[in-house]
């Protein structure tokens, strides 16, 4: 193509109207108006120091938005805030200006800003520093912290960016040294706190009670800001984090251009197109043949788009597929489109940007990795290929198009259960509450180990008991009992000379190590947890978007040895799976059904992986590992049925097995939609007779030692997660079974046995009792949006079946993130 202007400008009505076109059955299901929406700015407080506000003027910030003002002076005025809106709305203005104010006026205080990532801190510093403002001096204090500067920097930054494991690992054991930063700090900043979720959120929870009862030595109380994506009620969810009391700004002032978006659903194959020897294999289009059509059409149309793909290989194989149709269609054409990749430097991704400005790039594919760190405006269309997780980040990657004009965004669904639900539920994902951030502080799997920390840094007392909240005196008494913790008259004193280990973000076992065998270079670390799944001999495993082989998986030196290489291929681990109940929390007598609340053991054994080619998923072979099986004390949620209930619902008794089994996989798929988990955080097991329960049940269990607070989520809102469950299967369009509806990717069985009709009848026993009057309460909208189907693969195949005829429970959906690279559907 010689003509370097960018074609003629559609609008996204007729961009969508010509798309449509491709297909002889209509694959949208919905299309939403998102209306523009005027900013309303409002003055600058004011306490705001006029050096300030001209630095932000500077900036190009004339006048705040209102919700920035107002979280703002409620910071200010000493209250606990959390500011939960949308993206580019300004969130960071909401909390840096009462932070920096604060600096230049009263000369002795100090603030602490803590990420989820490094990179976010380091942005977060750029944009401090670049207000040149005097005395503030802001800095990054982590793990690449030199030596030579770490003591300058607690002795003399005022405004210290950080992450939160620092401040367990370092800034929390070396509180001495901290002592006069912790002495005035006037603020701590928690960035992305909707991050600080599941278990990973529990520890996070106590690390910043550490943090509360240092100051509180000093008498210092800090104010807390935190700033959340959209979620449903930040104010408890930020109270939980902090154990404070909190106060939320969710109304969004900033503007908004408007936009078009559409729903779409790949349609189904013709059943010969299926390719056999796969029984997992998409029956539908996949996603991502869709999103690279739909980008090569775009860019004919001449139309700036970027397509969203989960991983860095599905990026980068729509890419290929667009600029291969692309040149056949034009030649040259195809140069116009490019794939992102994460770790590009700072430069290249500068280059793309201006590329696509002026208009030499017309498309993009891109990973996630551009949610953040990346500025690019003025693009016409956002194609999501598979729902990216939460509501937070579609809106996060739709809200790259349009910035001042129309645009045009387009979720293509993935072949899984929740993608299928949410297309033909718009309601769920347009005007209604958002998933709510889970966590639970009172795992105590996480409480223990959390107050030895404490203890190590300073010894505990009563008063302390009440910080740290629900189960901290029964956890101070097991530490006691296993020897870690000596009872005085003043105390609980830490009883050894090394610090307690403890990682926040892993649990179970000691993390394993990965590293490259040719240069001895350690890549990073894997929890114990999750090593059988990631790193078993032969797994292709990921590291800042690099492909990996593992060599050997050793469990007793605690290493996995691997090179890179990067294959066409992705590997996906099986395991067995038992469960035993232990204990019962809470449960709800409904007649012939059961629900229930409680501790249980899982026991699973990872026994083989599938090797499937990336682009088409298809199955390349199953190879089995030597893997010794381990234990899982956690939470889970199940319910049970009476056999006659069953009858009575005309579900035959050769097909319980499959009914039960197909309803615990669509139940494990659409969990997402109440809770932020992602199927890979839940594992689920279904049994027509289970010996515990006596009768037939569904097992659905967080995949965390001591629970992560996802099965009582589940428990609590139970009929509206069981209703979106059972409508999602019968809205499914398939006949008997398919990933859109009761298909698993991980399933243990090689989903068999599965009954689609009948797994509805299952639902529809459980809900008809459950509605009358039983443990719904509390669930505030039904459904909100949420999670994040994250498996990267989808498509299985089928292991050894542990089964003993229909009784024993079914393995399953284990946990762990064990897909280890980019699938077939995104
Ligand atoms: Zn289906
Ligand atoms: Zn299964």
Known sequence: MTDDRPGPRRTPAELLRRLRLRHATDPVTHVERVPARAGESAPWPGWAPEDLRAAFARRGVVAPWRHQTEAAELAYAGQHVVVATGTASGKSLAYQLPALSTLLTDPRATVLYLAPTKALAADQLRAVAGLELDGVRPATYDGDTPRAEREWIRRHARFVLTNPDMLHHGILPGHAHWSGFLRRLAYVVVDECHTYRGVFGSHVAHVLRRLRRQCARFGRTPVFLLASATSGDPATAAGRLTGLPVTAVTEDTSPR???????????????????????????????????????????????RTLAFVRSRRGAEVVAANARRALDEAVPGLGGRVAAYRAGYLREERRELERALLRGDLLGLASTNALELGVDLVGLDAVLICGWPGTRASLWQQAGRAGRGGEALAVLVARDDPLDTYLVHHPEALFGRPVEATVLDPANPYVLAPQLACAAHEAPLTPADLDLFGEGAKEAVDSLVEAGALRQRPTGWYWRHRERPEVDLRGEGGAPVCVVEESTGRLLGTVDGGSAHFLLHTGAVYLHQGVSYLVDALDLADGCALVHAEEPDWSTHARDVTSLSVVSVRSYTDAGPVGLFLGEVDVTSQVVSYQRRRIATGEVIDTRPLDLPARELRTVAVWFTLSPESLARAGVDAADVPGALHAAEHAAIGLLPLIATCDRWDIGGLSTALHPDTEAPTVFVYDGHPGGAGFAERAYGTAAAWLRATRDAIVECGCETGCPSCVQSPKCGNGNNPLAKPEAVQVLDVVLANLADGSSDGGVAGGPGVGGAADGPGAGGGVTSGAGRGGVLPRQDDRTARRSTAGGPTG
């Open 257 to 303: 251009g408007g936009v078009t978006f559409a729903l779409w659903e790949p349609p189904l194959l013709p059943v010969g197109d299926a390719t056999p020897e796969a029984d997992l294999v998409s029956v539908r289009r996949s996603a991502l043949r869709e999103t690279a059509d739909l980008l090569t059409d775009s860019v004919v149309e001449g139309v």
